[in-house]
Nanobody
């Protein structure tokens, strides 16, 4: 059983920054793809960013590419999402996701085997 635990969400003013963290526990193995998704009220779940295992590529949504940075610390089985210059449109529940091996279609949420419980990010104008 694998558990993903997120932290770091909260309320921030437009233009501010937040850093989300996600740590995996359990038998995740040593080769995996990790991703961050978000879901705003009344909208579907969308990919924010993902890092594949091999090759280690980073995919990110166009709307966040110049503002958000995803990283992975494999020694800690953790991933981080640094979010800068936040705007109200970034308000959503952010989810960490992971799956064994390499994903070639990282934006498909149903391809991820494990999910965190989500953390709320609210950006005020």
């Amino acid at each position: 059983q694998v558990q993903l635990v997120e932290s770091g969400g909260g309320l921030v003013q437009a233009g501010g920054s937040l850093r989300l963290s996600c740590t995996a526990s359990g038998r995740i193995g040593n080769e995996y793809t990790m991703g961050w998704f978000r879901q705003a009220p009344g909208k579907g779940r969308e990919l924010v960013a993902a890092i594949t295992w091999r090759p280690q590529n980073t995919d990110s949504a166009d709307v966040v590419r110049d503002r958000f940075t995803m990283s992975i610390d494999n020694t800690r089985k953790s991933t981080y999402l640094q979010m800068n210059n936040l705007n109200p449109e970034d308000t959503a529940v952010y989810y960490c996701a992971a799956t064994p091996g390499t994903l070639y279609v990282t934006e498909e949420s149903n391809m991820y085997l494990w999910w965190g419980q989500g953390t709320q990010v609210t950006v005020s104008s």
